[in-house]
Structure formats: structure tokens, C-alpha cells
């Protein structure tokens, strides 16, 4: 431990500490708009700057490590001066739109002003021109921009993409694609993680709200929306409600009371997802062991911003990944099939709306893949952030609302669905689901958390020893299923240079393209900490617990919809509407 004095208060913090974190776990607030916890900082805005005993200038408090005995001074008249100047000076070259600026009142820039006590903006600089950058699922508006890359980081950094750089010099510095090119002509995953992270109104998930309004107000329109599993365990932070405050029957709601027709639950889909998945594997490992030809490892398909990076960075490893589309995706496939066919509504007069944690799902629901017979499986994905917009909007009263439950047939789902939403979840309900088929033995509640794929780790890796199955499943007699469960792009292309060479030892791998899964996903609520996502994971992992139903195969809406209609996992019909296959 280091001891130094802050603000003539002995302290004591770890060695690895800058200033700016031995002042935040010490309750002194720094202002700051480039700093990103855990990585490599920039230092770019320089409002953290303070005094430091027997430095000659103010020093950028992030940027400088603590040492033993510093005195470091935080408020004083030279520093506050100093940052409200620094402050101006963001100022003169950024747009004073901030009543129509969709980050008005959560712009961190606004906050720190408020906070610095600055009352006039007396620089005038040569406005850098901006422009509009639209993608199907990030908009881009760099007259905004305020140069902290922060997403600059977090591309290259966190997610080892690396597409975002400052180009240029001076005024004309843009942070963006080389030569400025479009986003969406380059390797964008669209995880939508540097959306995150921007402090200001520069990088957002492009807009599907007027369009979901549209579809709500048109009578002639069934609208069916439905909740993706992270959801629940975030939402209620756009209103005030502590990370990790589970909302699930309020959102629901909320829902019905915006205008939809039928709310559903994507976490039905994601049960079905393990039976579809979970037999896709099965048939996979039969035949490696049984002398035929496999693709193994089996690699998760369900985060389009995976996807899209595997398409870009190995597309010669594209039939690793499972043949399931997302649950979301198999979700409004049943809506305009199963469900259409029920209430007796033409598909083409449904309107499918998902309520997702994720900005690259915008873009998934645009791919010819993500169609049957030429309709769209889903019409327009919302991110959390835009539901919580739309709420607000309509005028209700979230936190005092009362709790109502999904629609069926397509809302009913096991506590196996909820951890979907949490990196290692959709391996853990693939196992619980697997196991029992498999052996024809119950897993106790006690047993049903993999506990080597839980946490916020990169890599996560298990083998699970098969003894003694049921007689169809002879082939898997003391045969060890090694697995490996990763969240974030950094952690998958570890993983996939090993398929590349020929050295992965494992037999199925859970891909999640944002750190700690969709509960850290790009369309979440800002700001998304390590800490706000462990306390998100917490939520979804209460939310698991507290069902009687934790397991995808004991889903009586899923058997009754393979009785009614899909017959049998993998069959014919389940092929043609919950399949697909990526190529490029
Ligand atoms: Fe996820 Fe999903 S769990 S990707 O993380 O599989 O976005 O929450 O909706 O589709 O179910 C995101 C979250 C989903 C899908 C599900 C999967």
C-alpha cells in the first residue's frame, strides 16, 4: 500500500493507483471525461488536473501513479481556474444544442459544468466541420465529438477491433475510421460498445423509436413486442433504480401500457434455443466419436456482434458456429408463423419489435438471413436506453408501477432462459438441459450452477465427465466435454486463433460479444462500470434462483409448441424458421 495526503487527509491505496483512483475510492470527486476504469488511460481532456506538491505544473491526476508521502491538493483556486479554462475550451468547438441534444441531462460535459460552476463559454473556436455517420445500428455525430477517445479505447483495447483512430491534426482532428471512411464500410462488430463509453452526444445506437411509435399507432398492425434477458436486471437504472434492481414485471407493464398487443418474453426463446442448440451439439459430437465428419468446437451464435467479427476476422471459421439463429430472431419467426397462424393475423401485418441490450442487433435483424419467406423475422430492435426513452415519453410512472406477467404462448421461460443475459449463462443452460437428457438423471438445485463459467474472468474453461448414460447415448460413456466461455471480442480471438491453428481442445465454446455478456451490452445504460455489471449479473442470477422452473426441457410452452408444431428439435420445420447459416 501507498500512503499519501489528499486534500490534508492521510490515505492509503493500492500501489498500482493514479492519483485520480486513490482520490475516487476516497470519496474526493475529480472531474474527468477520458478516464475508462482498467485501462490504459489517454489523458486527453485534462480537467482531472490537481496540485502535487513539488511539481512545478498542474498534474493530469490520471495519468500520474501514486507515491509514497505525495500531497496532493485537489481544490484549490489554481485548479478550479485551471478547469473551468480547460472547460471553455471543450466548449468553443462543440455545438450549444443541448436542449435538443438527445444527452441532454445525461451528458457527462453538461454534468462537469454544472459541477465547475461555469456560467459562460467566453471562447469562440473555429467550429471543425461536422457530419452524420449512419450505420444500421451506430449513428455517428462528429460536430459533437470532443476528442477524449474514450471509444478509441474501447474498440482497440477492450475489444481488439481497432477501427476508431483520431485522424488529422488540429480543428480538423475527427476521431473515426481511417480516411474517413464510413462505419459501415469497415470491420465494425457494431457492438456498440464505444456508444457506451462517449460522454457526449457524438456516438449512438441509430434510432428505431419513431418507427416503433408508427408501427404502435397504426390499428391496421399487430405489435408484438418482445424483452431480451438483460434487460430486467438494467432498465431500472434509466429511472433512478440501483444497478442490479430486477423490474421484470414492470417492464412488462410499461409495455402494455405504451400500446403494444402481445408482450413476450425472448427468454422463451432462449429455452428453446438449448433444445435446438443443445441437440445441434449432440449430433455433432455423435458423429466425431462415431468415425464421421464434424465441426468441432460448436461455437455459440447468438451475439450478431460475434458474428459479425468472426464474418470480418476469420471468415474460414464461420461453420464453427452454431446453425441457431439468436433466440430473438427464433422468437419473431414464431410470431409471424405459430403465433400468426393462432390468432389468425397475416405475418405481413405483424410488426415485431425487440427490447435489446444490444445496438448489433439493429443490424441483425436487416441480414437476408434473418428472413422467412421474404418477411423479416424482426422488424425493429430498441436498446434499453430507447425503451427507457419511449417510457419516459408516454408519461409513466415506472418505479411505482405494478408487476403483470408475460403473454403466452410465447412469454413463459425457466431460470436456465434468465442467464442468458450474463456471460457463461447460455453454456450453463445448455449443460443443465444436456445433462439430463443425456443421462436420464435429475440435477438438484444445488447442482445446477456451473460454477468454473461463472464470474467476469476472459476465459472460462470446464470439463464436464459424462458417466453412465441412457442407452441412446451409449457413444458418450466416460467421454469429458471440454468447454470454454468468454464475453468480450479480445477473449473470442484468443479463442479462435486457436481453432485456426488446429489447437482448440474443445468441444463447445459460449461467445458473448460484450464484456460480461448482454448485462454489459452497447444499447445498456450508461455508464456501465465492472461493478454495475457485477451487480447486474447478481440480478440475473436472483432472478434464476427464485423460479421453480430453472431448466429449458421442463418448459411445458416449449413442448407444447414441439407437439403443435415443430415436432422435434433440428427437424424439418424447426430448419426452415429457426436456422440459418453463415457464409461469406
Ligand atoms: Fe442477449 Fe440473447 S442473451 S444475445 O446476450 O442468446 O442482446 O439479454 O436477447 O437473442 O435470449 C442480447 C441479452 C439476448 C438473443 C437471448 C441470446
Partial sequence: MINLTINGKPVSVAESSTILEAAKQNNIYIPNLCYLEGVHQFGSCRLCVVEVEGARNLQASCMVPVREGMVI?????????????????????????????ERNQSCELQEIGNRLGVTEARFEGERSKGFEDFSPSITRDMSKCILCRRCITVCKEIQNVGILNAQNRGFKTVVGPAMDLPINSVNCAYCGQCTVVCPVGALKETDAIQSVWKAINDKKKRVVVQVAPAIRAAIGEEF???????????LVTALREMGFDDVFDTNFAADLTIMEEGTELLTRVKKALTGGEATLPMVTSCSPGWIKYVEHAFPQELDHLSTCKSPHTMLGALAKSYYAEKIKVDPKDMVVVSIMPCTAKKFEISRPEMKNNGVPNVDAVLTTRELAKMIKEAGIDFVNLADSQFDNPLGLSSGAADIFGVTGGVMEAALRTVYELVTGRELPFEKLHVTPIVGLEQIKTADILIEDPLEDYKFLDGFTVKIAVTSGLKGAKILLDQIAKGESPYHFIEVMGCSGGCIG??????????????????????????????????????????????????????????HTHYTK
Fill in 73 to 101: 491538493k485537489t481544490n484549490t483556486e489554481k485548479v478550479r481556474k485551471a478547469r473551468k479554462v480547460l472547460y471553455e475550451l471543450l466548449l468553443s468547438d462543440h455545438p450549444k444544442d443541448c436542449l435538443s441534444c
Fill in 240 to 250: 433512478g433504480l440501483a444497478p442490479g434492481t430486477l423490474v421484470t414485471g414492470k
Fill in 521 to 578: 451490452g452497447g444499447g445498456q445504460p450508461r455508464p456501465t462500470t465492472p461493478e454495475i455489471r457485477k451487480k447486474r449479473m447478481a440480478a440475473i442470477y436472483q432472478e434464476d434462483e427464485g423460479k421453480a422452473l430453472r431448466k429449458s426441457h421442463e418448459n411445458e410452452y416449449i413442448n407444447k409448441l414441439y407437439q403443435e408444431y415443430l415436432v422435434a428439435p433440428n427437424g424439418h420445420k424447426s430448419h426452415d424458421l429457426l
